[in-house]
C-alpha cells in the first residue's frame, strides 16, 4: 500500500523567505503527484498538478518538482506572504484510488 | 461556475439514523470520490467512481455505502451512522484519475 509522508509537519517563516516543503511517497509507480493548500475549516484548493512523465510544474511563486525514482516531490514558495499561510497537501494516484499525506501547516509572519 | 457541491454542509444525527450526504458536479467529471479527514490521519479514500454505474471500494470503505447512477451524482450512504464516522467528508472530482481533482466544501458530520 501506498505511504505519503509529508515533513515536516508545521513550518514557521517571515515573510518574503523562500521555502521548500517535502513529500514522499513508498511506491514510485504513480500516475501522478498533486499539490493541494486547504485554509482552516476549508475544502482543498488545487495548486499544481504533475504527470509521472514531468519533472516540475510552475504557477505563478510555486514550483514543484517530481523525482520519481526516488520517490520525492517538493514544492517551493518563492518569496512567502502572510497569504500563503495554510496547509499544504500532496497526493499521490499510483492505480484508481489517491493516497494523501497528512499535510505541513505553513504560518508565514509579518 | 464549476463546482462540486455537498449538501448538508454540517450535520448531528445519533447513532444508527441512516443518513446520505449528497454531492453533485457540473465539470462533467467522469471520475468521482468521497474522503473523510480525521485529525493525525489526514486524507483517506472511502469509495470512488471511475464512471456510471462503477464503483469500488477506497481505504476506508466499512459502514459506507455509494451509488452513481448519474455522471453528475455520487451520494454518500450511511446506513447506520456509529460515533467513529464522526468526521469531516470531502467529495471530489476529475476528468479521470490521471487529471486533477477538484474538491467540494466538506460537510462535517457528528454521530452522538
Known amino acids: 500500500k501506498q505511504e505519503v509522508t509529508q515533513i515536516p509537519a508545521a513550518l514557521s517563516v517571515p515573510e518574503g523567505e523562500n521555502l521548500v516543503l517535502n513529500c514522499s511517497f513508498t511506491d514510485s509507480a504513480i500516475y501522478n503527484l498533486q499539490w493541494f493548500r486547504q485554509d482552516p475549516g476549508k475544502g482543498l484548493t488545487s495548486l499544481l498538478l504533475i504527470q509521472s ?6 504557477s505563478g511563486r510555486l514550483n514543484a518538482s517530481l523525482d520519481k525514482s526516488s520517490g520525492r516531490s517538493t514544492l517551493y514558495i518563492a518569496a512567502s506572504q502572510p497569504g500563503d499561510s495554510a496547509t499544504y497537501l500532496c497526493a499521490v494516484s499510483p492505480d484508481n484510488q489517491f493516497y494523501f499525506g ?4 505553513l504560518t508565514v509572519i509579518p | 461556475e464549476a463546482q462540486v457541491t455537498q449538501n ?17 458536479q457540473n465539470m462533467n ?20 467512481s471511475m464512471n456510471v454505474e462503477v464503483t469500488d471500494k477506497g481505504d476506508v470503505p466499512e459502514g459506507y455505502k455509494v451509488s452513481r ?6 451520494p454518500l450512504i450511511l446506513e447506520s451512522p456509529s460515533p467513529n464516522q464522526t468526521s469531516l467528508y470531502f467529495c471530489a472530482s476529475s476528468l479521470s484519475n490521471y487529471n486533477e481533482q477538484f474538491f467540494g466544501p466538506g460537510t462535517r458530520l457528528t454521530v452522538l
Open chain 2, 29 to 48: 467529471h467522469e471520475y468521482m470520490s468521497w474522503y473523510r479527514q480525521d485529525p493525525g490521519l489526514g486524507l483517506r479514500q472511502i469509495y470512488y
Open chain 1, 53 to 58: 512523465s514531468q519533472r516540475e510544474q510552475t
Open chain 2, 69 to 74: 447512477k448519474e455522471k453528475r451524482n455520487f
Open chain 1, 102 to 105: 497528512t499535510g505541513t501547516s
Open chain 2, 8 to 24: 448538508p454542509r454540517y450535520l448531528i444525527t445519533v447513532t444508527g439514523k441512516k443518513l446520505t450526504v449528497t454531492c453533485s
